[in-house]
């Protein structure tokens, strides 16, 4: 048994000093992650030390859940529970602003909000249509129900299939979105 599994091992049995040398060799992958995300919010310094902290929550998540029979190293499973938790920080960050923005109080209704609406409108058609000549009947699928403000984990019930497969449709979708 390597030495990262060992230490993980030791973690998971409640040793606070392996998992802090785990987070020792993991430091740059935790920062780098943390920055990476938090410059996708365009907000200051703050929102980077939480990213981090969120970063080294899904870290110790990611020790305690680590199974060392599955065919992968620890390394890439800690890589991605970080990613999907900073992804996750991400949308809500994002679902709080849209909040704000769309609050009826806030927002008022001069000519030049309804033009904006009517333009968001068009683009959201257009994304629409390509989405459903360049997606599969599937990824459609799954495009919609993300679209409306769903969750991996609640579209995965809805559809009967596991939340991983859905969370992979939803980066198969993006990385197509994006590349048209």
């Keep these: 048994m390597d030495e990262i599994l060992e230490l993980v091992a030791s973690a998971k049995n409640g040793n606070n000093r392996a998992f802090e040398a785990l987070l020792d060799k993991y430091q740059g992958l935790l920062y780098s992650m943390s920055k990476k995300y938090s410059d996708m919010c365009h907000e200051v310094l703050k929102d980077r030390e939480d990213f981090l902290q969120e970063s080294k ?11 060392e029979s599955k065919d992968r190293t620890f390394g890439a499973y ?3 529970c970080i990613r999907n938790k900073l992804v996750s920080c991400i949308r809500e960050l994002n679902s709080k602003k849209r909040l704000k923005k769309t609050d009826p ?11 904006d609406k009517a333009i968001q409108r068009m683009h959201q058609k ?6 459903k ?26 559809i009967g299939k596991t939340e991983k497969s859905v969370n992979n449709a939803i980066c198969r979708i993006k990385a197509k979105l994006n590349g048209l």
Aim: net charge negative; proline share 2%.
């Design 57 to 67: 929550i899904a870290f110790y998540n990611a020790v305690k859940t680590f199974d």
């Design 78 to 80: 800690a890589k991605v």
């Design 105 to 115: 109080l806030i927002e008022g209704t001069t000519p030049a909000n309804i033009q």
């Design 126 to 131: 257009e994304l629409y249509k390509l989405a």
């Design 133 to 158: 000549t360049h997606l599969s009947d599937y990824e459609y699928l799954i495009f919609e129900m993300y679209s409306s403000g769903q969750k991996g984990k609640e579209i995965s019930s809805k």
